[in-house]
């Protein structure tokens, strides 16, 4: 995998069964996968597998809880603050990093929409970004200005959904799309 946070959390077992079974996802795909792919690729009985996780979405609801808990912090966080040009650009700023964090998540997530739409996470992930919409949204201002908000959290993800295809370092990807966030976002206060 790419994304070195998985790398660190290697050790014990049910990470192991995560990291494993998201690989397994991104290559043949969530529906394709079987738990017992899942402990052949572990070489592991599916008994020591089913020990952890009765099924793959239990794996993948794991997976989703310990990626986004930084997100779930970061709302918490900028819902105690006053809502100012500077709290956003930070929410901008902490949110990419999560994202980079969790890449080959969004990437799953990203590639399995359908499914996605099926499990219980996606009305989590719905709930999670309108509420970073809220936060990030002027209250007063032109329309365009509140569009201006919205977009600057959209090109967030386009940095980490869309343009992972582009030629270069995912990493000057993502500074890439965080300037432009930040640009969008600052121009919105500017002409409020």
Same mark, same amino acid.
Request: glycine share 4%.
């Given at each position: 995998?790419?994304?070195?946070?998985? =790398?660190?959390?290697?050790?014990?077992?049910? =990470?192991?069964?995560?990291?494993?079974?998201?690989? $397994?996802?991104?290559?043949?795909?969530?529906? +394709?996968?079987? #738990?017992?792919?899942? @402990?052949?690729?572990?070489?592991?009985?599916?008994?020591? #597998?089913?020990?952890?996780? +009765?099924? +793959?979405?239990? %794996?993948? %609801?794991? %997976?989703?809880?310990?990626?986004?808990?930084?997100?779930?912090?970061?709302?918490?966080?900028?819902?105690?603050?006053?809502?100012? #040009?500077?709290? +956003?650009?930070?929410? $901008?700023?902490?949110? *990419?990093?999560?994202?980079?964090?969790?890449? *080959?998540?969004?990437?799953?997530? =990203?590639?399995?929409?359908?499914?996605?739409?099926?499990?219980?996470?996606?009305?989590?992930?719905?709930?999670?970004?309108?509420? !970073?919409?809220?936060?990030?949204?002027?209250?007063?201002?032109? !329309?365009?200005? =509140?569009?201006?908000?919205? *977009?600057? !959290?959209?090109? #967030?993800?386009?940095?980490?959904?869309?343009?992972?295809?582009?030629?270069?370092?995912?990493?000057?990807?993502?500074? @890439? @799309?965080?300037?432009?966030?930040?640009?969008?976002?600052?121009?919105?206060?500017?002409?409020?």
């Amino acid at each position: 995998m790419s994304s070195s946070s998985p =790398q660190q959390r290697r050790g014990n077992t049910g =990470q192991r069964i995560q990291d494993v079974a998201l690989e $397994l996802f991104a290559e043949q795909g969530y529906e +394709k996968t079987s #738990l017992r792919e899942i @402990a052949e690729r572990l070489e592991v009985t599916k008994a020591a #597998l089913y020990y952890h996780f +009765k099924t +793959k979405e239990d %794996i993948i %609801i794991s %997976i989703f809880d310990d990626v986004t808990r930084p997100i779930d912090e970061l709302i918490e966080w900028a819902e105690q603050q006053p809502r100012t #040009l500077e709290m +956003k650009r930070e929410v $901008l700023r902490r949110y *990419s990093e999560a994202m980079a964090g969790g890449a *080959s998540l969004y990437r799953f997530m =990203q590639e399995n929409q359908a499914t996605m739409r099926e499990l219980s996470i996606g009305e989590t992930v719905k709930k999670r970004l309108f509420a !970073l919409v809220e936060l990030l949204r002027t209250e007063d201002g032109p !329309l365009t200005n =509140q569009v201006r908000c919205v *977009s600057a !959290l959209f090109t #967030l993800h386009a940095g980490m959904m869309f343009l992972q295809h582009v030629e270069g370092d995912p990493e000057e990807t993502r500074q @890439a @799309a965080l300037e432009v966030a930040t640009d969008l976002i600052t121009q919105a206060h500017q002409e409020v």
